[in-house]
């Protein structure tokens, strides 16, 4: 069964600290999508990536690096965690452009 | 860019009367339209896709329809439930400088009373 994983499920970490975000799928699908979730926002896109090395900038890229190590692993990395970074935020994955992606259960993220 | 505008914030209606969600979008390249539905402490999950112009498109009673002339694709259920009250995002999936990205629209909340 198709199947997208975050990990952690809640974070909490200071404001200066470093966190990774991991996810992983296991439908071999090409894109991979990381998504934060605010209210009044609505599901931003921060960055993106269409295979193992590739990674594309979204719409909110400030403060987060990303790297895709290989098809089925995606990391959001905060090197210097800030209070406005506190969100909920979504993994995602599809294969093609027509295709709807499938979302991970989400990552609570509070920075202090 | 590509946008996606939808109705804004919070719906409430009275369960047994139509549910209309406006959405509307902008982009200048091949168009996918996506609704996504998501429930409290649950992640999004697909409820309705299309690609096609004119083509009414169902799913769980909710139903569909793309019209490019307005850049629409307006979320309708005939007869609203309270198993309906969840968050819905319109979103549309382009191809933007050779990568296929998903822009969403903010959301909106809806909410079904007795």
């Known amino acids: 069964e198709a199947a997208v994983t975050q990990s952690p499920r809640n974070k909490v970490t200071v404001t200066g600290g470093n966190v990774t975000l991991s996810c992983r799928q296991t439908n071999s699908h090409n894109y991979m999508y990381w998504y934060r979730q605010d209210t009044g926002h609505g599901l931003r896109l921060i960055h993106y990536?269409?295979?193992?090395?590739?990674?594309q900038i979204g719409d909110v890229p400030d403060g987060y690096k990303a790297t895709r190590t290989t098809q089925e692993d995606f990391f959001l990395l905060l090197e210097l965690a800030s209070p406005s970074q506190t969100s909920l935020y979504f993994c995602?994955?599809?294969?093609?452009?027509?295709?709807?992606?499938?979302f991970g259960e989400g990552t609570r993220l509070s920075v202090l | 860019g590509d946008s996606v505008t939808q109705t804004e914030g919070l719906v409430t209606l009275t369960e047994g009367l139509p549910v209309m969600l406006n959405c509307t979008y902008q982009t200048a390249y091949s168009t996918f339209l996506f609704w996504y539905v998501q429930h409290l402490n649950e992640a999004p999950k697909l409820l309705l896709k299309s690609s096609t112009d004119n083509k009414r498109t169902e799913h769980q009673g909710f139903h569909a329809t793309l019209h490019k002339s307005s850049s629409s694709f307006h979320l309708q259920k005939s007869s609203a439930q309270l198993s309906d009250s969840a968050l819905y995002y319109c979103a549309l999936s382009d191809r933007t400088g050779g990568a296929d990205r998903l822009t969403f629209g903010k959301g909106t909340q809806l909410i079904i009373q007795p």
């Open positions: 995602a994955s599809r294969q093609i452009n027509n295709q709807a992606p499938l």
């Open positions: 990536s269409y295979g193992a090395g590739n990674l």
